[in-house]
């Protein structure tokens, strides 16, 4: 049963969401051979100003 999990910075709409969750679902199953329904998809989205990169608030 595979687990996906996608970091995103917040400001994407639930109808982008929803087409990424299908894309990432499909790959997934196409490449594992893993059935639909046993693939789950986990979206956290980060407010923008709380990570860094290079130390550098982002």
Do not use: C
């Amino acid at each position: 049963m595979p687990f996906v999990h996608i970091e995103l910075v917040e400001g994407r709409s639930k109808e982008q969401l929803t087409e990424m969750m299908k894309e990432v679902t499909e790959a997934i199953h196409k490449n594992t051979g893993a059935p639909k329904e046993h693939i789950h998809v986990i979206i956290n989205e980060l407010k923008k100003g709380t990570y860094a990169v290079n130390g550098d608030w982002k």
